[in-house]
């Protein structure tokens, strides 16, 4: 059975209704990602930033999966497939993806504010509380475990990414085909999987407006992903299958 890994980006969910950023002057909804999407702005504006994403979590909440999304849970349930994704928002899931690997996050989940890296960086400060969310964290919501404020548990810029560096050394060698939709290849350290996964075999690209200074031999499908996804899964599924 092949082993596909799927990498996804904020253009995966554009057909669903949740803008990319790159798409909106690099404001996302409107806001400077210093404002809502960095320890700074959490610093600065507590409140701004928990309404940013009180309105994120109930716009994702209305969203529901795209042909693309569907596509990777077909395909995912007949292989085995990791998917890797940049999105906060669940809509592998909602499509019946089981196994996802939020690098950035879920919109769905809150953590304890002092979890990571926000100052003062004194170790005795750091609460390792997480938690699934029903509905969007409030100010003044505090943490079960130590009594902070609880935030989104989303990596903001400037923040530590879960990039389980083990994981993928255990796995690169083994994969038959690496997929690629709807990213910018700009926002680090997941940019780097594009080159930590450049010597598998057959790999794809598949975004409007693919950033070609960071494709190295891929198979450029050049269009939106639910263009795409489907004829890609299917033509994959005839060769393994
Ligand atoms: P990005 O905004 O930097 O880039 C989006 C990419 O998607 C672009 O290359 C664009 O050409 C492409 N695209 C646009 N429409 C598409 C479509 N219909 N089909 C396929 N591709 C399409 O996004 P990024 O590279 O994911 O990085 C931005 C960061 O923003 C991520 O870390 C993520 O956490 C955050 N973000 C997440 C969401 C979400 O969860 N859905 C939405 C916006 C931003």
């Known amino acids: 059975m092949p082993k596909i890994v799927v990498f996804s980006g904020a253009g995966l969910s554009a057909e669903s209704g949740i803008p990319t950023f790159r798409g909106s002057g690099g404001l996302w909804e409107g806001h400077r990602i210093e404002d809502v999407a960095t320890p700074v702005g959490w610093m600065r504006n507590q409140q701004l930033v928990l309404d940013f994403y009180a309105q994120r979590f109930v716009q994702m909440q209305q969203c529901q999966p795209n042909p693309a999304h569907l596509a990777i849970a077909q395909l995912a349930a007949k292989f085995d497939v990791v998917c890797i994704t940049q999105n906060i928002d669940t809509l592998l899931e909602k499509a019946g993806v089981k196994n996802v690997w939020h690098l950035h996050g879920r ?20 609460c390792d509380y997480r938690g699934a969310m029903e509905k969007p964290v409030q100010f003044s919501d505090l943490c079960p475990k130590c009594g902070k404020q609880l935030r989104p548990d989303v990596v903001w810029f400037g923040e530590a990414v ?37 010597n598998v075999p057959e790999k794809y690209f598949v975004d409007p407006n693919p950033n070609y200074q960071a494709l190295n031999d891929f198979t450029v499908f050049q269009g939106s992903a639910s263009e795409y996804m489907p004829s890609l899964v299917t033509s994959l599924t005839t060769k393994f299958c």
């Open 162 to 198: 879960d990039m389980r560096v083990d994981d993928l050394y255990q796995m690169v060698s083994l994969v038959d085909v690496f997929i690629v939709i709807g990213t910018s290849a700009t926002v680090y350290p997941a940019a780097n999987l594009l080159k930590f996964f450049q």
């Open 107 to 126: 919109i769905d989940c809150h953590k304890c504010e002092w979890h990571f890296g926000i100052p003062p960086m004194d170790a005795e400060w750091q």
